[in-house]
């Protein structure tokens, strides 16, 4: 019977949406972690009777017999709003402000990357890194008797040091920002990177605060934009529409049951 492939189709719909919630709710408490949302399309419908169909020599059908097949994953989407701010009171933490921005990280292999992770670390060479060890790009090394503590970084993106018993601080770089036409179709690679794709479109450079790009903010780490209580609530609901397709399964076996005794 076709109900039974039909409802499938929603038990595999709603497993995707439940997946997809479990991995929002895993990552709450991830720093600059942005939110999936699963889209859905209804799958081809068979026309038993064309709408416009003539009824008569002077009328017509108006709506037609149109019977669908079921529902597939459309799409998994980044959803880029921006999270909480929390203060750290680190150096080297930063946050952007706006929706509007990218950290650019160069990867082992040579590649680029871009983040909205901004809990950077100083190795062993005084370069700026991710927590795993990924340049900041453009670079920005520590000099030599570089006091730490004495770093500040503006919203605008020019960070000063004092260097030794130098009292008056120096620039030793400039933060960028990257923001791309379609944010939504960068693919996340785990590590809370994302890289660039066709559909993202190139990256777009840019200092912060200027030509539509966020704030940067020294001592602040962007947090999750997960919302507990709303991800809790689609999980309901895709729970529900997991046992109302499971059911219509039940009630499809059931009746193709008793067509078949009834040829007995």
Do not use: C
Not at 176 to 200: H, M, W
């Amino acid at each position: 019977m076709r109900s039974l492939w039909t409802a499938a189709t929603g038990m595999i719909a709603q497993q995707f949406h439940i997946d997809t919630i479990s991995n929002n709710l895993a990552n709450v408490n991830t720093t600059g972690f942005k939110k999936n949302r699963a889209d859905f399309e209804d799958l081809v419908y068979q026309h038993q009777v064309l709408a416009g169909t003539p009824a008569t020599s002077v009328s017509e059908i108006p709506t037609g017999v149109n019977v669908g097949h079921g529902v597939r994953a459309a799409a998994s989407q980044k959803l880029f709003e921006i999270g909480s701010f929390q203060a750290t009171g680190n150096k080297l933490d930063m946050a952007i402000t706006g929706e509007m921005g990218f950290f650019k990280i160069q990867m082992p292999d040579g590649s680029f990357a871009f983040s909205r992770d901004g809990s950077f670390k100083i190795d062993s060479n005084q370069q700026v890194v991710t927590s795993n060890g990924y340049l900041l790009e453009p670079p920005l090394i520590l000099p030599e008797g570089a006091i730490l503590n004495t770093l500040m970084i503006s919203e605008q993106g020019e960070v000063t040091v004092k260097v030794g018993a130098d009292i008056r601080p120096i620039v030793i770089g400039q933060v960028e920002l990257y923001r791309f036409v379609n944010p939504a179709g960068l693919t996340a690679i785990g590590k809370n990177l994302f890289q660039e794709t066709v559909a993202s479109g190139p990256e777009i450079p840019g200092t912060p605060g200027m030509e539509g790009f966020g704030n940067v903010l020294q001592g602040f780490l962007e947090m999750s934009n997960v919302k507990i209580v709303e991800e809790m609530v689609n999980m309901i609901v895709a729970q529900r529409a997991y046992e109302s397709n499971s059911k219509a399964i039940q009630t499809s076996d059931n009746m193709l049951s008793t067509a078949i005794s009834l040829k007995r």
